[in-house]
């Protein structure tokens, strides 16, 4: 580890935290109906929507009716994906003449896209034609990442209102978060990208000759336009294989510290508008700094395990760290920022090998995927994840003091602590079930392409990685056959929405209730001591989850590389 690793990564951090406020100020406004800066040119349009629609947008929706309007909206978005990419050979702008995606390909990208995971069974250049690329796939990347903030705007309403039956109207919220913030965003960063020598392009693919006189072709197309949105929209789905490695995605440091900043920049404003909107800023200061807390001690770990390398390497003379996997332009620092920020945030984008770090390394991005995402987390997604462990930490600091708990001046009682404990079970039920039956059942041991403790961790990463709807991969794990694209699938459905229905059902409760001021006995969640709380709340709950399964692949091959054998 280096001073200026260090510099890097405490300027990164600087710059998320002052990123937090005024992005949390305009969203708050956005969400409020208030009017923005952009008002004048999108006022018509949001309109216009609206009547096309049949909307009316000063009608609110009960909890139940804005979930019920959410899963319908998706099965809207699952068909247009899932049918353009069955019919590619016979669309327009495919000038690579790709065939079309086999029915089972098909159904787990549709589902993938649709819950924000993007885990791809494919490789991008080589599969999917640029319509696909735009219609299914860029288009469902804004739809989800809208999905996923304006949930977190509905439970933020929840804690926010006082004997209220609604909170929003999901058809007004996904509009406005489409139109103010995530198109607008995305304009001047895809301008910022192609600036950077990002290709935006419906032109065919490029020959080329080589030094050696061969011919090779290079895959271009409307790259662009899809990496703004999968970085800002924690989406993470490469046009490329390669993803953010590759030089067409992310070609320089400048435009990866860019998309690392984007990855989180939302996710940290959200803790913001959490603020505002309950009357108190230093609510939401206090949530950053718990991700900020677990955040931090990630990086470090990896930092650490990725700089000091491994015994096998260092006996081969490749000192100076593990760059097995990693970008030469970005080296370690760079590559290990990005692991720890992408698997925070339910991205997935990665600009080295995961599956190429350390055991102890690697074992980071894991945890970060199986504490729920919360870690800033996927836009929305985090929030309403984090929001969820607030209120089992509010529970057990009631028990401390034996009096009812409450929070930012509602009352959390019995139904609020069963649905947060029923959407957090979620994660472990799909991830240790589906990697207890991919290691056991023939036809997922088949698709295994390393033994032992590392081809364990890597069946367990990719459940954790699909339920978590992070994407990111360890590889090694041949993931196009039936068993594992009807199982990811299924992985992927129920982490996404098994746990929005339970935290909607939160929304609607505590919409409901009544405010109550601070008294005496209230405990104070803006200090030091709820944010120690609540971290330990989440670490001790993930441990008890999590812990055999997270800790016996990756540690047990630390202890095995440590002793000089390779797994």
């Excluded at 899932?82 to 787990?108: H, I, K, T």
């Excluded at 600009?351 to 190429?356: C, E, F, G, K």
């Excluded at 009807?486 to 405010?515: D, H, N, Q």
Aim: hydrophobic fraction near 50%; proline fraction near 4%.
């Amino acid at each position: 580890m280096t001073v200026i690793g260090w510099i890097q990564i405490l300027l990164y951090c600087a710059v998320i935290v002052a990123l937090a406020k005024p992005l949390g100020w305009y969203m708050t406004r956005v969400f409020n109906g208030e009017r923005t800066v952009l008002s004048p040119v999108l006022r018509p349009v949001e309109s216009a929507i609206y009547w096309v629609g049949g909307v009316d947008e000063r009608r609110e929706q009960h909890w139940l009716t804005y979930t019920v309007a959410m899963l319908l909206f998706h099965v809207g978005g699952f068909l247009i994906i899932y049918g353009v990419m069955r019919l590619q050979a016979v669309l327009p702008f495919n000038p690579a003449g790709q065939s079309a995606v086999a029915e089972d390909l098909s159904f787990n990208t549709a589902i993938s896209f649709l819950t924000n995971t993007n885990w791809q069974n494919y490789g991008g250049e080589s599969t999917l034609s640029y319509l696909v690329q735009m219609l299914g796939l860029t288009h469902q990347n804004f739809l989800s990442a809208a999905t996923g903030i304006v949930l977190a705007i509905a439970l933020i309403r929840g804690f926010s209102r006082a004997s209220a039956r609604t909170v929003g109207n999901f058809w007004v919220d996904v509009v406005r978060c489409t139109l103010y913030v995530l198109l607008p965003l995305c304009f001047v960063y895809t301008l910022f990208l192609v600036w950077q020598g990002v290709p935006q392009t419906l032109g065919p693919y490029v020959e080329a000759t080589t030094l050696e006189g061969a011919k090779q072709t290079i895959a271009v197309g409307p790259v662009a336009s899809q990496v703004a949105i999968k970085m800002l929209g924690t989406n993470g789905g490469g046009f490329f294989n390669a993803n953010a490695a590759h030089p067409f995605e992310n070609p320089n440091a400048l435009s990866n510290f860019i998309q690392m900043l984007s990855i989180f920049a939302l996710g940290a404003g959200l803790t913001n508008v959490f603020g505002r909107m309950v009357g108190n800023q230093r609510q939401g200061w206090a949530i950053l700094a718990v991700m900020g807390v677990l955040f931090i001690a990630g990086v470090a770990i990896t930092y650490w395990a990725e700089a000091n390398g491994t015994t096998t390497l260092n006996a081969l003379g490749l000192t100076g760290g593990n760059m097995e996997g990693k970008e030469v332009r970005f080296g370690i620092v760079a590559s290990s920022l990005f692991a720890v920020v992408t698997t925070a945030a339910s991205c997935g984008a990665v600009n080295a090998m995961h599956d190429s770090f350390t055991a102890l390394g690697g074992m980071i991005p894991l945890v970060n995927i199986e504490l729920g995402e919360i870690i800033v987390g996927g836009v929305g997604a985090g929030m309403y994840g984090m929001l969820l462990f607030v209120v089992l930490t509010i529970f057990v600091a009631g028990l401390m003091v034996g009096r009812t708990p409450e929070y930012v001046g509602k009352k959390i009682e019995a139904r609020e602590v069963k649905m947060a404990m029923l959407a957090i079970l979620i994660l472990p039920l799909m991830i240790l079930g589906w990697t207890a039956v991919g290691v056991v059942l023939p036809t997922g041991v088949a698709s295994m392409a390393n033994a032992g403790p590392h081809g364990f961790t890597e069946v367990l990463y990719a459940y954790s990685s699909q339920t978590g709807n992070n994407g990111s991969a360890f590889a090694g794990l041949t993931g196009n056959t039936l068993f594992y694209n009807l199982t990811g699938a299924v992985a992927m459905f129920v982490g996404r929405f098994l746990m929005i229905v339970p935290a909607m059902a939160i929304a609607g409760s505590l919409a409901e209730k009544k405010s109550i001021p601070p008294s005496m006995g209230t405990f104070p969640t803006t200090g030091g001591l709820f944010v120690g709380l609540v971290v330990g709340v989440i670490l001790i709950i993930g441990g008890l989850t999590f812990f055999p399964a997270l800790a016996l692949g990756p540690i047990v091959e630390h202890l095995a590389m440590a002793a000089g054998t390779v797994f």
